[in-house]
T-cell receptor, first 112, second 119 residues
Framework: LAKTTQPISMDSYEGQEVNITCSHNNIATNDYITWYQQFPSQGPRFIIQGYKTKVTNEVASLFIPADRKSSTLSLPRVSLSDTAVYYCLVAMNSGGYQKVTFGTGTKLQVIP | GAVVSQHPSRVICKSGTSVKIECRSLDFQATTMFWYRQFPKQSLMLMATSNEGSKATYEQGVEKDKFLINHASLTLSTLTVTSAHPEDSSFYIC???????????????FGAGTRLSVL
């Protein structure tokens, strides 16, 4: 299982764009990059997933360079409700049945 | 709506008692479910893989006799913390692997978690 490295914490003011970068130097060819969000005392929630280049959905964008050794989660115009821990995971495309390893995650604190 | 239902959300028990936590897959059948434990200000740690109709697979360092897992049906897995002690106090979370949907693969749907406090 590929190991991931993220900043432990980040602060941002409301309304700003936040970029959280994850390093995964040992990513394998079949690995996908998935980001989850976790609020206190709740289970993680899927945010976005990508394999290469750029992926965008209604809540975030994911940028993946050509070498795929890192990825950046971009949250546009954050609000106080975006305060949470964000986890970057790398796992194979195997229909969901592969166990995954959570790294430390990035605790994002949005400031009014 | 919720894909995974986890119950109870919070348990407070005396030392030495056993506690059962249920994890139900609401939207689809799941031959595999995962159980995690999370201590305060720490990341999720995978405890075991629950397999329908067969024995669970435990991660290194997790006592299988302490944390009993039963996956008797395709929609229900249970985790029983036997003879709980204060050091077992933690946040327990289950997850159900999601079916591939379009370009999205290999994601997990998590339960809301169970906060266990052992006095």
């Amino acid at each position: 299982l590929a190991k991931t490295t993220q900043p432990i914490s980040m602060d941002s003011y409301e309304g700003q764009e936040v970029n959280i970068t994850c390093s995964h130097n040992n990513i394998a060819t079949n690995d996908y990059i998935t980001w989850y969000q976790q609020f206190p005392s709740q289970g993680p929630r899927f945010i976005i997933q990508g394999y290469k280049t750029k992926v965008t959905n209604e809540v975030a964008s994911l940028f993946i360079p050509a070498d795929r050794k890192s990825s950046t989660l971009s949250l546009p115009r954050v609000s106080l409700s975006d305060t949470a821990v964000y986890y970057c995971l790398v796992a194979m495309n195997s229909g969901g049945y592969q166990k995954v390893t959570f790294g430390t995650g990035t605790k994002l604190q949005v400031i009014p | 709506g919720a894909v995974v239902s986890q119950h109870p959300s919070r348990v407070i028990c005396k030392s030495g008692t056993s506690v059962k936590i249920e994890c139900r897959s609401l939207d689809f059948q799941a031959t595999t479910m995962f159980w995690y434990r999370q201590f305060p200000k720490q990341s999720l740690m995978l405890m075991a893989t629950s397999n329908e109709g067969s024995k669970a697979t435990y991660e290194q360092g997790v006592e299988k006799d302490k944390f009993l897992i039963n996956h008797a049906s395709l929609t229900l897995s249970t985790l029983t913390v036997t003879s709980a002690h204060p050091e077992d106090s933690s946040f327990y979370i289950c997850s159900v692997p999601g079916l591939p949907r379009g370009l999205v693969k290999n994601i997990q749907y998590f339960g809301a978690g169970t906060r266990l406090s052992v006095l």
